[in-house]
Each structure stands twice: as C-alpha cells, then as structure tokens.
C-alpha cells in the first residue's frame, strides 16, 4: 500500500468535486435539512418527558 500526501488527496478530491458538478451541493443541503429536522424534532419532543411534580 504506498503512501499519498494529504496535499495529493485533497488535490484530488477537488478535481473529482468540479467534475460532479452541482450534484454534491444538492447532497449537502439534502443532509442539512435532515438534520435540521431531527434537531428541531428532538427539541421538542424533549419538553413532553418531563415531569411537572
């Protein structure tokens, strides 16, 4: 197994990002909004577990 540079890495991992296109953008949001959702959900389910003693 050879050893490649986090600099040829990230090189190469930009140059495979530009030829995507706008697909990874679309995977971003996508995976913000999730989880954005579940936060959100979370926050509020969490008020009903308590207990008003």
Known sequence: ME???ASAWLTEAASAAQQQGAGSLLRVVLIVMILGCAL???????G??????
Do not use: E
């Not at 959100?40 to 969490?46: E, K, N, P, Q």
């Open 40 to 46: 959100t959900a979370w926050f509020l389910l969490r």
């Open 48 to 53: 009903y577990k308590r207990k008003d003693d």
């Open 3 to 5: 050893h490649n540079p």
